[in-house]
């Protein structure tokens, strides 16, 4: 069974920069679509970046283009999210999460990073 373990979340001020990790077990990285997401206080789950093998691409939602990053690393089995230019907005528990298309349902989940953006 494939888990998920997320970690590298903390506390940052804002403009600063942090980065998430997701180190997969259980099965290496072959599945179809790779995600990040995001979930704030109060407010619903939102997408926040997605790595596709099939077709091969990378999306970003729109308030994130320009100051996250995210990548992937198939020999160690772990893919990273790198955070610059944070905000306060930006405070939220952080989930890796495998599926097979981006815009579909995602099967497996992580048990989530807390990131806080404040002074």
């Known amino acids: 069974q494939l888990q998920l373990v997320e970690f590298g979340g903390g506390l940052v001020q804002p403009g600063g920069s942090l980065r998430l990790s997701c180190a997969a077990s259980?099965?290496?990285?072959?599945?179809?679509?790779l995600g990040w997401f995001r979930q704030a206080p109060g407010k619903e789950r939102e997408g926040v970046s997605c790595?596709?093998?099939?077709?091969?691409?990378?999306y970003y939602a729109d308030s994130m283009k320009g100051r996250f990053t995210m990548s992937r690393d198939n020999a160690t089995n772990t893919v990273y999210l790198q955070m610059n230019s944070m905000k306060p907005e930006d405070t939220a528990v952080y989930y890796c999460?495998?599926?097979?298309?981006?815009?579909?349902?995602?099967?497996?989940w992580g048990q989530g990073t807390q990131v806080t953006v404040s002074s």
């Open positions: 999460a495998v599926g097979l298309l981006c815009d579909g349902d995602f099967s497996s």
């Open positions: 259980g099965s290496t990285l072959d599945r179809i679509a």
């Open positions: 790595i596709s093998s099939s077709p091969s691409s990378t």
